[in-house]
């Protein structure tokens, strides 16, 4: 993520781009291992392979990210005229530089399933409970890298010891192979555990008279989970931004929240499967719904809970502040992840019952789901930032996320009347309640203290861009709490941009990064100028800059002289092979929140 905010710029893209290119390999490798590991005779075995090349392939992606952008240099200028392309680019080298790593951990996940697991109809009980182990592992992962060892020991020294751990993870699994540790411990049979784990399934089956499901309807379910799961991820980091802001805190504190929640949905579904033995058909639909009414309410009950979009941090530094954000994500959002944490494993556990019984194999099946549940992961990594907010706004994006779980839950097929009443009934009163009560569509895009109005505001893949007024005053304010300059201070922003012509009068090409309102490049026209390059990284701040403060910036966005580059101020610097006789830096105030975008 670090790196990608380099090649990218610090904007939700960035965090789009880092889940594309992870998943987008993940798919191949699950689904080329799920074709492959009814054939591997030592699946643990291969699964340590499979970890040692992940640590090969992760200890090459600086390597590879280094070759590609120096590859892509010297077009940097021509691919620069056309946004879309080079935004193309960046994105295939963050794929190319990630796929080897992201390749085997796709595997391993098949491999593993396969020594663990073994037999396909013990995928609901087994399958989630290894998957809940492996997500909270992640999590814990996630709070280490995001929080803690980075500035104990820096980036690199971070990464280090993650490669350490993948070598030491797939060692340990070859010994563990090599003596049949895991065979012994785990190892599909006749054993009163295994027949445990089966008893309730048949007791289940004959108390539920649900009708089957067909691996059609599983892999749509299994695509809808994670289209679902990683849209709303892309969704909850820019919702989180609106009270804390788009730093790596507040991507680690979302993605704490999403796996914690998707671990305890696992390991439930897995108790449940073991113990009780659940009817899966039912519990899926129910939990559809819930998460269908969860994602329509979640944008009024994170205003509640934040008291109006107020910000979470304040004074709080280090771990004080990373704990404020954690438990701020999973009090706001926790109901819905828990939701959507169930479909999965209840998916799972639909294709243990009809994965051919105790005969069949789990690997090919596992395989084939997390293959599918991948692709719609990569879908909604992309279509919750270009797609769904640029449509409907932040919070609008929930409702058409809200209604394909929907539309999931009550075509899901339940023979048994009285619960399809309960399900349908209760999808319809909560749509209804949510709908007069809180309303996604009712909640203002930006927030607005006392005396103050929205002019306008944008919705963008980089953040929410409004233009507010107070007393006479326009500023531009980018997800609430980070204000870019205004009005009011216009005298103070020309000298800004006066004082460096002093220092520099012969100066006839200048280049202003960070351009915003314009009010400091304004100033510049006041001197004869060949040309006045702006740089911005937001394209919703120039766009709002040219429309509501031409009579502040002296019409500088529309000058004759003037060029505007919409990018990553540090990309462009480093790249282009253009020359400034000045550039003038007007950035940010260090000490105020949101200055981690």
């Known amino acids: 993520m670090r790196w990608l905010r380099l090649l990218l710029g610090a904007t939700a893209p960035a965090a789009s781009a880092t889940l594309v290119a992870f998943f987008a390999g993940h798919a191949l490798g699950a689904a080329w291992a799920g074709r492959r590991v009814h054939r591997w005779t030592r699946p643990l ?16 992606t600086p390597l590879l990210l280094w070759a590609g952008d120096a590859l892509v240099g010297p077009f940097y200028d021509g691919l620069r005229q056309s946004p ?19 390749f085997c951990f796709g595997a391993t996940f098949p491999a593993l399933g396969a020594a663990v697991v073994g037999r396909a109809d013990l995928l609901g009980s087994r399958g989630s409970a290894l998957y809940a182990v492996n997500t909270l592992g992640a999590a814990a992962g996630t709070a280490l890298a995001a929080f803690s060892l980075p500035a104990r ?66 892999l749509a379910l299994a695509a809808l989970s994670g289209f679902g799961a990683f849209a709303l991820q892309v969704l909850l980091v820019q919702a989180f931004a609106q009270v804390m ?34 009817d899966p058909h039912s519990l899926l639909g129910f939990a559809l719904v819930a998460a269908a009414l969860a994602a329509a309410g979640f944008p009024a009950w994170l205003d509640r809970v934040t008291d109006g979009l107020g910000f979470v941090g304040g004074r709080e530094g280090g771990l004080g502040y990373a704990a404020a954000a954690i438990a701020t994500t999973l009090r706001a959002a926790g109901p819905l992840l828990l939701a959507i944490s169930l479909v999965l494993p209840l998916t799972w556990t639909l294709a243990s019952r009809a994965g051919g019984g105790a005969d069949a194999a789990a690997g090919p099946l596992l395989g084939r789901v997390v293959a599918i549940n991948t692709v719609g992961a990569i879908a909604g990594a992309l279509a919750a930032p270009y797609l769904l907010m640029p449509r409907f706004g932040l919070w609008g994006a ?31 009163i909560g749509w209804m309640a949510i709908l007069l009560r809180a309303s996604p569509l009712e909640l203002p895009a930006a927030r607005t203290a006392r005396g103050e109005r929205v002019l306008a505001s944008e919705t963008t893949p980089a953040g929410v ?54 009010i400091s490049a304004g100033a510049t026209l006041a001197r004869p100028l060949d040309e006045l390059v702006l740089v911005e990284l937001v394209p919703g701040v120039a766009r709002a800059a040219r429309g509501y403060f031409a009579d502040a910036n002296r019409g500088v966005y529309s000058a004759p002289t ?12 480093r ?15 260090p000490w105020r929140a949101g200055t981690g975008s």
């Open 45 to 60: 075995a291969a699964y340590g392979v499979l970890e040692l090349a992940a640590a090969l392939g992760a200890l090459a």
């Open 84 to 102: 879309g392309t080079l935004a193309a680019v960046r994105f295939a080298l963050a794929i190319v530089a990630t796929l080897p790593a992201a």
């Open 153 to 218: 020991v820096g980036v690199a020294a971070t990464y280090g010891l993650a490669v350490v751990a993948l070598v030491a993870v797939g060692a340990g699994a070859l010994a563990l192979d090599r003596g049949g540790t895991l065979r012994s411990l785990v190892g599909p049979g006749s054993s009163a555990d295994v027949k445990a784990e089966r008893a309730p399934r048949s007791r289940s089956r004959g108390r539920t008279g649900s009708g089957a499901v067909s691996e059609r309807t599983l």
């Open 245 to 278: 802001n788009q730093s790596i805190y507040a991507f680690g504190a979302v993605l704490i929240g999403v796996l914690l929640c998707l671990a305890a949905g696992a390991a439930g579904v897995a108790v449940l499967e073991r113990r009780l033995g659940i």
């Open 398 to 428: 929930f409702v058409p996320l809200s209604l394909a779980y929907a539309i999931a839950a009550v075509l899901l097929p339940e023979t048994h009347v009285r619960r399809r009443l309960w399900r349908d009934g209760l999808l319809a």
């Open 465 to 518: 861009v409004a233009v507010v007024e107070r007393e006479g005053e326009r500023l531009i304010r980018i997800d609430n709490h980070y204000a870019l300059g205004g009005t009011a201070e216009r005298i103070h922003q020309e000298r800004q941009g006066l004082l460096p012509l002093l220092l520099a009068p012969d100066a006839r090409r200048v280049l202003h990064v960070g351009s915003a309102t314009g």
């Open 562 to 573: 003037t060029r505007v580059i919409l990018d990553d101020a540090r990309n462009f610097l």
């Open 575 to 589: 790249t282009t092979r253009e020359r400034f006789d000045l550039i003038v830096a007007d950035l940010f105030v």
